[in-house]
């Protein structure tokens, strides 16, 4: 018989669990739940993602730092959490190697796990990285008051209080952000990466194009480095922040190298050109999201993961945008006139997909093919 306190997880023992775990946002508004992760109090951004699978790769993409993810699929955990197996230098099954966001909440946590790829319990994986997680939310609630009064600062309290913390006032991407130089890869194309707090599958998929991938840190000095085609990777926060890789582009832009960003990158590649950004009411993320190709009747199915969007109505003459949100009409990329540059809000390279837009990967490589031969 279980008392109050303790609960029997198979495949992970008995263990106490505390009964009052709560999420409580900004505006003082309580969820209770169970504790199934570190039981230790945190503070973010709530945020929600509406994808069905890849809770793995969304665990470990950069872009949550500071953030406290809602998950509003209700099967969760029920394919435990994959190997660590490296390949091409990579963590082969996870989009970086740490797990970055600040806490994990959803409605149900399935404690037994099957998956032929499975090494341990999402719960298990949670407590070995000190990240809280919580279970028996009403996320459908909660997911609601944040479409309604927009992203939110909350807190996890296990014990006592703690204070609440916007984590955009920070440089997350120099959080997140490769420390010294690293080179994967032996192929044909040199392409430089400024990691913003890149995800590996971004790292894959130029190296399945016969490349070879220079990642940098955020803010290195890109003028003294030899490349055939700059990619701009993902991040979290503000890009705004980021003043020293926007100055880095800028320079870049003089270059007329083929450019490829993504996400962050389109954003960066913005402001880099005149353009400006702005804070999304609750952000962009989930594996559903629609775009149309400007000037086309042409949609594709995409991955997003985003807080800020580019606003349209600042960019120049010289730049247009390329896929735009059939949900809120919001900037889903942007494409130079005249020039090699182009950008995507959303996720090409989506692990664990969709990857309708795969193909840009390819066009970029084509950018830099047709440079070579003018």
Not at 86 to 101: A, G, P, T, V
Not at 183 to 209: A, H
Request: glycine content about 10%.
């Amino acid at each position: 018989m279980h008392n109050n306190l303790d609960e029997t997880i198979p495949g992970e023992g008995t263990r106490p669990v505390k009964q009052k775990v709560k999420l409580i946002l900004e505006d003082n508004t309580a969820f209770e739940g169970k504790s199934f992760g570190a039981e230790k109090a945190i503070s973010g951004e709530v945020v929600f993602n509406t994808a069905m699978t890849g809770y793995p790769e969304s665990l470990t993409d950069p872009s949550y730092k500071g953030q406290i993810l809602v998950l509003t699929y209700p099967l969760i955990g029920n394919y435990g959490t994959p190997r660590t197996e490296m390949e091409d230098n990579l963590n082969k099954f996870h989009e970086s190697d740490n797990i970055h966001i600040s806490g994990l909440v959803v409605s149900d946590y399935s404690f037994e796990y099957s998956h032929w790829n499975a090494e341990d319990s999402l719960g298990n994986w949670l407590k070995k990285n000190n990240i809280p997680g919580i279970y028996g939310v009403d996320t459908r609630a909660l997911t609601k008051k944040l479409r309604e009064k927009g992203t939110m600062l909350g807190k996890i309290i296990v014990d006592g209080d703690i204070p609440f913390y916007d984590p955009n006032t920070k440089n997350l991407v120099e959080e997140v952000s490769v420390k010294e130089k690293q080179i994967y890869g032996t192929g044909k194309y040199k392409i430089l990466l400024i990691d913003c707090g890149v995800k590996y599958n971004i790292i894959r998929s130029l190296l399945e194009r016969n490349t070879t991938v220079i990642r940098v840190p955020w803010d290195h000095d890109i003028t003294g480095e030899e490349y055939d085609g700059l990619f701009i990777s993902n991040g979290p926060g503000d890009p705004k922040q980021c003043l020293a890789t926007i100055g880095n582009i800028k320079k870049a832009f003089d270059t007329g190298k083929p450019i490829f960003g993504i996400c962050l990158g389109n954003q960066l590649m913005a402001l880099a050109s005149g353009a400006d950004t702005y804070k999304l009411k609750y952000g962009h993320r989930s594996h559903n999201q629609p775009v149309i190709r400007t000037g086309s009747n042409k949609a594709y199915i995409t991955s997003q993961n985003h807080g800020f969007a580019v606003d349209n109505k600042t960019l120049n003459n010289q730049w247009e945008p390329l896929f735009t949100n059939i949900n809120d009409e919001t900037n889903e990329g942007m494409i130079h006139k005249s020039k090699p540059f182009f950008s995507t809000q959303f996720h090409p390279e989506a692990s664990g997909g969709p990857t309708d837009t795969a193909f840009l990967f390819d066009k970029f490589i084509e950018n830099i093919e047709k440079y070579q031969s003018t």
